[in-house]
């Protein structure tokens, strides 16, 4: 494996690749070795903007892109500490803050165009709103999928860009197990394959699978477990790369133009890929002695044609891993535990644009959504 390596570039440089002035500029860029080729990033410190209206953000749990190059985000609002949320209390603590809707949409200069979702919780709405956000995705057609994970958070949610609820894909209460036709487990993320209309679910908290359904009508398509078998709900060890079986949660799922489907297993330390009808093609296992919540935590692949490359989000080691997708070589990273601008604290979702940089979400107390300049 290549460790992250940084360099300075020329101020003026920079600030052109990022369009802001030298003083806002961090001068540190990470990402593959010079030798190998691979891309190179540089956090841009000064995205997003600040929210208006006084709003703070909790746990990021989930950031995507949409075809159109915005970049959307949920959050915990109830995950803001009472000194958070200092102006809500009765009588208010402090003059900040309150907690922003939990559905964001910015441009890529980080302006923030769109929110909602800020009366999902309560009765009549005609959807159960998740108790705990988890995952966000936008279709081609522009419409918003979120989630949760909650223990009682056993369904998907479909809106318009505006937030008019579409469909919903299971009920809250309980999860029916890992071969239900019909009922999810906290489900942790979503992915839509346009060309046949279906949504891939990484199924997820409290199932072990990857299910598919019909996204116009949520009819039930498919599902399979690790190595594309039946998935089996006995508890198993986690941290095993062998493992028969998927762990909790099982994190991600993502679709290459060549018709892969790319699933996290975070906390068996490992990428499981498959062909769309659930046959096992290969594993990639990153970081294996990694405990804790485990090393595979999203993934996404990379802007150009051939999307020769992964990037993976590794939410106990604090780092962006860079690999060949073909071979699942890694040829770099970046990121580090920290509290500065380009470090993490439990990074938890990635998402990149058609220009090739990318936004990372963090949970726990990190709270925050960054962006990476791709810089070569």
């Known amino acids: 494996m290549t460790a992250f390596r940084s360099i300075t570039l020329a101020c003026g440089l920079v600030a052109a690749l990022l369009t802001t002035s030298c003083a806002q500029v961090p001068q540190r860029i990470e990402g593959a070795s010079a030798a190998s080729g691979g891309p190179r990033y540089a956090v841009d410190a000064t995205w997003p903007k600040p929210l208006p209206n006084n709003w703070i953000l909790g746990q990021v749990a989930g950031i995507a892109t949409a075809s159109d190059d915005t970049i959307w985000m949920i959050h915990r609002p109830l995950t803001l500490t009472e000194d958070e949320k200092g102006s809500t209390l009765a009588p208010p603590r402090s003059k900040c803050c309150s907690a922003a809707p939990p559905v964001l949409q910015f441009d890529r200069q980080g302006k923030l165009l769109r929110f909602w979702g800020a009366d999902g919780r309560k009765a009549g709405q005609g959807f159960d709103w998740p108790a705990n956000e988890h995952g966000i995705y936008v279709d081609p057609q522009g419409n918003v ?29 309980k999860s029916e197990g890992s071969n239900s036709p019909t009922q ?193």
């Open 184 to 376: 999810l487990g906290r489900p942790a993320h979503m992915e839509m394959d346009a060309a046949a209309n279906e949504l891939y679910v990484a199924d997820g908290y409290g199932n072990k699978r990857v299910i598919v359904f019909d996204a116009t009508s949520g009819a039930y398509k498919r599902h399979w477990g690790a190595y594309g078998k039946r998935p089996d709900d006995a508890r198993m060890a986690d941290y095993n790369p062998e493992s028969p079986q998927f762990a909790n949660p099982v994190h991600c799922v993502r679709i290459t133009r060549d018709e892969l489907v790319y699933v996290c297993d975070r906390m068996n330390n490992r990428i499981q890929v498959f062909r769309k009808n659930g046959e096992f093609v290969r594993q990639f296992v990153y970081e294996p002695a990694t405990r804790g919540s485990g090393s595979i935590w999203d993934l996404i692949p990379s802007e150009d044609p051939a999307q020769r490359y992964l990037l993976v989000a590794d939410g106990t080691n604090n780092e962006v891993r860079i690999s060949v997708r073909a071979t699942g070589e890694v040829i770099g990273a970046f990121g580090r535990p920290g509290r500065q601008a380009g470090d993490f604290h439990w990074v938890h979702n990635i998402a990149i644009d058609s220009q090739g940089s990318v936004y990372t979400s963090e949970v726990d107390t990190g709270k925050r959504a960054q962006r990476f300049v791709r810089v070569q």
């Open 145 to 173: 999928w979120v989630g949760g994970n909650s223990n009682t958070d056993h369904h998907l949610l479909k809106f318009t860009a505006d937030g008019k609820f579409l469909l919903q894909i299971g009920k809250p209460g």
